[in-house]
């Protein structure tokens, strides 16, 4: 049903409340409304608790583990036919919050969405682009219900999203989702972590804070959500593409079993060169199952190309901001 006078609903059956025509997202849930725009176009398969995306230029896996009883993590990816953009996703409910799957999932619908049609023009700012994204995100994970009965936090999720246009990838992120650039130089690690070991690490030494009482040193200190601080805090840097390679996003489901940047690279360099993207993503989660598996496995992978144009060179790295 659409046009003037049309009562639309949220599809969440937990939600269902009425929304406005042309609306993108529930404004009581943050559902992304499937009236709004398509956030994805390619293959997906589903096999139990591990689902596959695929697209030409990008793909993704998305696996429970092991040892954890639902799956927390979301991705989300799409291909902007014509405009030579890819947008990545990945999202990681926290685990000690209400709804987290709820969470991580309404973030990376929202952030998909909002990518999507910001850099679909000419002229794009994508920096923009991924703030305006986290904002919205903010909003809808902030706007998800729970049981505040439960005794558990508010819905929260962590983000690591990516746009790739003009041979330039913008990385946005918060929480401990990462990125990295996989590529014939080697690999090295685009984000930051949010936690209090990476916040200590960055005062400098200081003995015995463990013993003082301060959080454990994975403990987040930054994510999306209710008491989270969303995208007027996002971190956001624009990193050159000047070889062939893989853009590769990931929760700690996979990174706690590589967390050196060089061991991703190995892994990587383990398949063949120019590798598609959807065997890469493959290859690390179940490189992560076979290690332990013990957390949720989140893997969305882009193929970059060649050498850029001559309009290309000279453009060097924008940093973080």
């Not at 025509?21 to 404004?27: L, N, Q, S, V």
């Not at 700012?125 to 994204?133: G, L, V």
């Not at 969303?230 to 000047?242: C, E, K, M, Q």
């Given at each position: 049903m659409s046009g003037a006078g049309a009562v639309l609903r949220c599809p969440d059956p937990a939600c269902g409340v009425p929304v406005p025509?042309?609306?993108?997202?529930?404004?009581?849930?943050?559902r992304l409304l499937p009236h709004g725009p398509a956030p994805a176009r390619g293959h997906a398969r589903e096999e139990g608790d591990r689902v596959e995306v695929w697209l030409p230029e990008a793909a993704g896996v998305c696996d429970r583990g092991l040892r954890r009883r639902r799956n927390e993590d979301a991705m989300a990816l799409s291909a902007l036919d014509g405009a030579g953009v890819i947008v990545l996703v990945v999202c990681d409910g926290v685990s000690s919050s209400a709804e987290a799957a709820r969470a991580s999932r309404t973030a990376a619908d929202v952030t998909l969405a909002v990518l999507v049609a910001a850099t679909a023009h000419e002229g794009?700012?994508?920096?923009?682009?991924?703030?305006?994204?986290?904002?919205?995100?903010?909003?809808a994970v902030a706007a998800v219900p729970y049981?505040?009965?439960?005794?558990?936090?508010?819905?929260?999720?962590?983000?690591?999203?990516?746009?790739?246009?003009?041979?330039?990838?913008?990385?946005g992120w918060l929480g401990d989702s990462r990125a990295y650039l996989v590529g014939p130089a080697g690999a090295r690690l685009l984000s930051r972590d949010h936690t209090w070991g990476e916040e200590l690490a960055s005062r400098g030494p200081a003995p015995g804070w463990e013993a003082a009482g301060q959080p454990d040193h994975q403990a987040l200190t930054r994510w999306l959500g209710a008491d989270g601080e969303?995208?007027?805090?996002?971190?956001?840097?624009?990193?050159?593409?000047?070889d062939a390679g893989h853009l590769l996003l990931c929760s700690d489901g996979l990174w706690n079993y590589a967390p050196s940047a060089e061991r991703l690279g190995r892994l990587v360099g383990?398949?063949?060169?120019?590798?598609?993207?959807?065997?890469?993503?493959?290859?690390?989660?179940?490189?992560?199952?076979?290690?332990g598996g013990h957390d949720n496995i989140t893997v969305v992978v882009a193929a970059l190309g060649g050498p850029g144009t001559a309009s290309d060179r000279g453009k060097g790295?924008?940093?973080t901001s």
């Open positions: 025509a042309g609306d993108r997202f529930c404004e009581a849930c943050g794009a700012d994508p920096k923009a682009a991924m703030r305006e994204a986290a904002e919205e995100a903010q909003r049981a505040r009965a439960s005794g558990k936090e508010p819905p929260a999720s962590t983000l690591v999203a990516a746009v790739v246009r003009d041979r330039r990838a913008t990385i969303g995208g007027g805090s996002l971190p956001v840097r624009t990193v050159p593409i000047a383990e398949l063949a060169p120019g590798a598609a993207p959807l065997p890469v993503a493959r290859r690390l989660a179940d490189f992560a199952r076979a290690t790295e924008e940093g």
